[in-house]
């Protein structure tokens, strides 16, 4: 499936709330795998959410295994539909940035431990439990399903002052 | 000939005594000016308020013309005004393909603590991105604290900017701790 192009802000789509997928057809297994080809499309990129190519259902995918920061602590390839976070506890702070909001970073706080539950492409219902990077991109995702941007979430104003050199 | 770019740049710098209204009376100048604020920070140290802008604008503008508008207003907020022309090379994004590190630097206040950190940094090309310091403690024990935010030159390693500041913590006898802040890209 191709690759699709990101969306940057001020796209509408990014700050849209999205909807629940109600029936996993053809449709959402050709959205996951163009999500999973973008992904890696992305040199570096750890995730992409539906509505970051254009599609405002909640389906997103998450893959640190091959980030210098995840690679000891992954699930490896996540396809999650209709993902939801149950519990959260600690909290770290990490510079992040976005594919759709380019040339900026900024000082985010997230939970290191989540318990979250979602749907995969086959239909299984999966709960889980994923801590330190890898639970922080997932949020990160997550927060794209619900029109919510890092930037919406930054703690300090001090941001970095390079582009960013990869996805 | 040489191309004249259609879009100058100048670097503005507003320093004085902090009140409300500082930030809101620069950028009404610069707006009645139809200056674009492309990047800029502001902040306030002690009781001063200190602006930096590069502010851009199309042709026909000139250095005088912005000084012309904001000199008044700064006058008029006690404030000083800095305008520097910036040249098309200055104004390229800079990019760098090092790590990005905090280095934390604290301990009891003495002279030379500021220069000399730096100066190490400096002769191992490490650019300064951000710094700021504080004397907090006591009268009787001032603590001194230096944080730098860093660009490591390629080549550089956060362990090794560590290994170099090993003999000025010893000398020093201040805690100094190297942290790699490279943003994550999701």
Do not use: W
């Not at chain 1, 995969?120 to 029109?147: K, N, W, Y």
């Amino acid at each position: 499936m191709p690759v699709q192009p990101i969306l940057r802000y001020p796209h509408p789509m990014l700050k849209k709330l999205c909807n629940r997928v109600e029936k996993i057809d053809p449709g959402i297994h050709d959205l996951v795998q163009d999500l999973v080809d973008t992904m890696h499309e992305g040199p570096g990129s750890v995730g992409v959410a539906a509505p970051q190519i254009g599609v405002t259902l909640r389906v997103c995918v998450v893959d640190v295994s091959k980030n210098r920061h995840g690679k000891e602590n992954n699930h490896g390839l996540l396809c999650m539909i209709n993902p939801e976070i149950t519990s959260r506890s600690g909290s770290a702070t990490m510079r992040e940035g976005c594919m759709s909001v380019p040339d900026y970073t900024g000082d985010v706080d997230r939970a290191t431990d989540i318990s979250l539950q979602f749907t995969l492409p086959d239909g299984t219902f999966r709960e889980m439990t994923a801590s330190g990077f890898e639970a922080v991109a997932i949020q990160h995702e997550m927060d794209h399903l619900d029109g919510v941007l890092f930037l919406d979430r930054v703690i300090s104003i001090k941001t970095g002052l390079f582009r960013r050199k990869s996805y | 000939m040489t191309q004249q770019p259609e879009i100058l740049h100048y670097a503005v710098s507003v320093v004085g005594k902090d009140r409300p209204g500082i930030v809101a009376a620069i950028t009404e100048g610069l707006f009645n000016l139809g200056c674009n604020i492309a990047d800029s920070s502001c902040t306030m140290l002690g009781g001063e308020f200190a602006m930096i802008l590069i502010v851009s604008l199309k042709r026909p503008f000139s250095k005088s013309r912005l000084i012309e508008e904001l000199k008044p207003v700064c006058d008029r907020i006690g404030m000083s005004l800095g305008v520097r022309t910036l040249h098309p090379d200055e104004v390229a994004r800079q990019e760098t393909d090092g790590e990005i590190c905090m280095i934390s630097v604290y301990g009891a206040d003495q002279p030379g603590i500021v220069y000399r950190v730096t100066r190490e940094l400096a002769a191992r090309n490490i650019n300064i991105t951000d710094l700021n310091t504080k004397l907090v403690g006591t009268a009787e024990e001032p603590v001194y604290i230096l944080m730098l935010e860093v660009a490591l030159p390629d080549g550089e390693s956060p362990e090794g900017v560590e290994k170099t500041l090993a003999a000025l913590k010893k000398e020093l006898n201040v805690e100094i701790g190297v942290r790699v802040i490279t943003p994550v890209a999701f």
